[in-house]
Every structure is written in structure tokens, then in C-alpha cells.
């Protein structure tokens, strides 16, 4: 099944909540996608770079941008 995990403003003051799952979670899945936006940290593992999209900028000006 394809799946997507979508995080947005994560940051790594509790990456075991959220983002460490969530690269798992890809990892394990050839057919998941990750996309990370976030200003400044906007980061994945090697071991997923494939599956992954990271977009460093403000969320809101992102979903703007990609709305238009």
C-alpha cells in the first residue's frame, strides 16, 4: 500500500515521537514517501534519501507556493 508521511515543523527537541517513526515506517515500506517541511531542519537519513522530499522554508509560504 502506497503512504505518505507528512511532517510538518518537527523539530529535534522529540524526533522519537514523530520523525524517528516516521523514517522507519519509510524505510520499511518501498512503496511509503516522506516529506519533511520545515525551516532549518529540514533533514532525512542516507537510507531513505529515495523515498524522501525535504523542503527547507516556512510551512505556510511552502503551502502557498504549492497551492498556486
Not at 516516521?22 to 537510507?47: D, L
Request: glycine content about 10%.
Amino acid at each position: 500500500m502506497k503512504i505518505l508521511y507528512l511532517e510538518l515543523g518537527v523539530g529535534g527537541n522529540t524526533p522519537g515521537i514523530i520523525k524517528y517513526p516516521f523514517w522507519q515506517m519509510t524505510a520499511e515500506n518501498p512503496k511509503a514517501a516522506y516529506v519533511c517541511i520545515n525551516y532549518g531542519e529540514a533533514v532525512c537519513p542516507r537510507e531513505i534519501e529515495r523515498q524522501s522530499i525535504c523542503i527547507d522554508g516556512d510551512i505556510g509560504q511552502v503551502l502557498i507556493h504549492l497551492r498556486s
